[in-house]
């Protein structure tokens, strides 16, 4: 099969009207703080029997399309000896993979950072490809500050960005472009605009320049928002925001925008999410999300190290994969909680 066939049937496997992302790709010390804060000892075992617990979740195939795996979850088995990318696909999850290495300071740019992992990203992708992956994911990461992102920033984050996309779609394998722009901090809902606007026009300017075909990836963009230390916005103001300003910067041949949670509660971004969809008719893409915490905090909370809890973890992990269903839909309420 052709490079371009295998790009086309995962996107039309992926993209639908009512289905998701799992962001189940911590890596290992963003896990340990995950599971310290459920009073969870990071061992290897535990996070294999918490992943496969998610993967094996009946029925959670009709609201989640992919699960972003990381490297170590594609070698692990389940409890059958079965792999893990296997029991994904065998339960309609398509598998794919976190490819960039964590971040750092960016160096002449003081307050931005950078995403490392581009060097042997090539094998890398060829070797999770064997495993099943059929997707990747990058992050990188802007906060905002009164200086922040600088000019160098955005010019070096959406570099990465389109390169690590390009190299994606060389091998068969479909990108999800994830610039995370932080909701630390106290600024404005006008200043998270800003700043998200700057982020997406340099990231699509980089994706021109290095020839990603934009039919062929996922966007993985923050929602716009105040600060965390800024108050809410309502549900609405949120759709209304990220809405006007990704119409002025992502083109419509992007078949896919699918949201991060970025610290936002489990409710929050489903009631984000629905709002989002309410106004869809204002959207050339499909409007979906890319949740980690906003999906698997409460499965993790009821599991808390207790395989004997798998029944209700699974049910608070499905609740939370159903009521973001609804929230493509437009058709979530927050009395159906
Ligand atoms: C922003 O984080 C991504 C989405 O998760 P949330 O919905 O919780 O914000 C997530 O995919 C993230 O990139 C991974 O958890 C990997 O994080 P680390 O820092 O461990 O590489």
Redesign the pocket.
């Known amino acids: 099969m052709s490079v371009h066939a295998e790009l086309q049937n995962t996107v039309e496997e992926m993209i639908d009207d009512e289905r998701g992302i799992l ?1 189940a ?3 290992t ?3 340990t703080k995950r599971l310290k804060a459920v009073g969870v000892e990071s061992t290897e075992e535990n996070r294999r029997w918490y992943r496969s617990m998610l993967l094996s979740t009946p029925e959670v195939g009709k609201y989640i399309c992919g699960m ?1 795996f990381y490297e170590e979850t594609m070698s692990q088995q389940d409890g059958n000896g079965k792999p893990l990318p296997e029991l994904a696909s065998a339960n309609g999850i398509i598998p794919g993979i ?1 490819v ?1 290495k ?1 971040k750092g300071p960016l160096a002449g740019a003081p307050g931005d950072m950078i995403t490392f992992g581009l060097d042997g990203l090539e094998d890398r992708l060829l070797r999770h490809k064997k495993q099943g992956a059929r997707f990747a ?1 990058w ?1 990188e990461v802007y906060p905002i500050t009164d200086h922040n992102p600088t000019a160098l920033g955005l010019t070096a984050n959406a570099e990465m960005l389109a390169r690590y996309a390009a190299v994606c779609q060389a091998v068969g394998i479909l990108p999800i472009v ?1 610039p ?1 722009v932080l909701i630390d901090g106290n600024h404005s809902i006008e200043r998270a605009a800003e700043v998200n606007e700057q982020v997406w026009h340099s990231v699509f300017h980089a994706l021109h320049q290095h020839g990603v075909v934009l039919e062929h990836m996922i966007l ?1 963009p923050s929602m716009i928002t105040p600060g965390k230390e800024a108050g809410k916005a309502s549900p609405e103001e949120v759709a209304e925001t990220t809405l006007r300003i990704l119409r002025r910067t992502v083109p419509a041949a992007v078949p896919s925008i699918n949201f ?4 936002q509660s489990p409710e929050e ?1 489903t009631a984000n999410l629905n709002a989002l969809n309410r106004l869809r008719d204002k959207a050339p893409w499909h409007l979906s999300m ?5 999906l698997q905090e409460p499965a993790m909370a009821a599991w808390g190290g207790d395989n004997s809890n798998r029944d209700q973890a699974q049910a608070a992990f499905l609740k939370r994969a159903k009521l973001n269903s609804m929230a493509r839909r437009g058709e979530y309420s927050a009395d159906q909680e």
């Open positions: 962001a790709d911590e890596s010390g963003t896990m972003i976190k960039d964590g994911k992050r994830e995370e993985k991060l949670s970025g610290g971004a890319s949740y980690g915490r906003a």
